[in-house]
């Protein structure tokens, strides 16, 4: 059976409440770190590893976007149908959830939404949670994906929207590391950012684990980019990247990539260009 379809790309916790108990309703966690593993989750909630089994371990790189087929024989292993509707959520209010529901977008599915405020906003509303292992989902789903060309892309293509007059790169790492005054978590890496790109931490669209309003969302966007409407996002590893996806979603950009590779690749010694400062170093016409 089918589950109502989201209302758009954020849910909030009374909406997933309700429906709850729909079949045909998916329900993931999607946390990551000291939040993966959590002792309380959503009742029902499956877990949407992107470091284990949703992650291309033949890559160097952290949790890679996998290929069609094992994105397919993943999701089905954990229930999931093209018919369903999934809602993801983390325990940190919206970080690593918006990776998740970008991944799902990125393979062909739309019925899926982002809980805003995440688990957080789940506790503080009084809802059940539950412990223990997750139960095993019973069946397999029949979800196929479906890749759409241009939502995961790589560095050849973030470098010729540098170029773009047209496009806007977004950077969703702290203001200390854009300017190169931080230094990076991973061993290895440059420090500093993308000539042209344009510093927005993905801490500033949202306020207590909530996405923004939309009109601010908007003017979060348009007074960086100006009328550009195809926007490029990158971060440390391709996970808060989405959560400015997610956010330009909201705020009505339809043009949407994100970098899968992020600073993990283009901040490794190479020829990428990459300069400091805390302002962007926008050359374009």
Do not use: K
Request: net charge negative; charged share 20%; with cysteine.
């Amino acid at each position: 059976m089918t589950a109502t379809n989201p209302p758009g790309p954020l849910v909030d916790a009374d909406w997933l409440a309700a429906r709850l108990a729909e079949p045909g309703l998916v329900v993931f966690d999607a946390s990551v770190g000291a939040h993966r593993g959590a002792e309380h989750r959503i009742p029902g909630a499956r877990p949407f590893d992107i470091d284990g089994p949703l992650s291309d371990h033949s890559s160097p790189l952290p949790h890679t976007m996998p290929g069609a087929a094992a994105f397919t024989e993943a999701m089905r292993a954990l229930g999931v149908d093209d018919s369903s509707t999934v809602v993801v959520y983390d325990g940190a209010g919206i970080y690593s959830s918006a990776r998740a529901w970008w991944m799902l977008r990125a393979m062909g599915f739309d019925r899926a939404a982002v809980l805003d405020g995440g688990l957080p906003a789940w506790t503080a509303a009084g809802l059940p949670l539950e412990s223990g292992d997750p139960a095993p989902t019973g069946r397999r789903g029949d979800f196929t994906a479906r890749p759409r060309t241009g939502l995961i892309v790589g560095s050849d293509t973030v470098r010729a929207a540098l170029a773009d007059p047209g496009a806007g790169v977004f950077d969703a790492r702290s203001r200390e590391r854009f300017a190169g005054v931080a230094a990076e978590p991973r061993p290895g890496l440059r420090g500093g950012h993308m000539p042209g790109a344009h510093n927005l931490p993905f801490s500033e669209v949202q306020h207590d684990g909530r996405m923004l309003p939309v009109p601010e969302l908007r003017a979060a966007f348009s007074s960086l980019a100006g009328d550009r409407e195809r926007l490029f996002f990158s971060c440390g590893s391709g996970v808060t990247a989405c959560v400015l996806a997610l956010a330009a979603e909201l705020a009505g950009y339809q043009e949407l990539s994100v970098y899968d590779g992020s600073w993990s690749e283009w901040g490794l010694p190479s020829d990428l260009p990459v300069t400091t400062g805390a302002e962007s170093e926008d050359a374009r016409p």
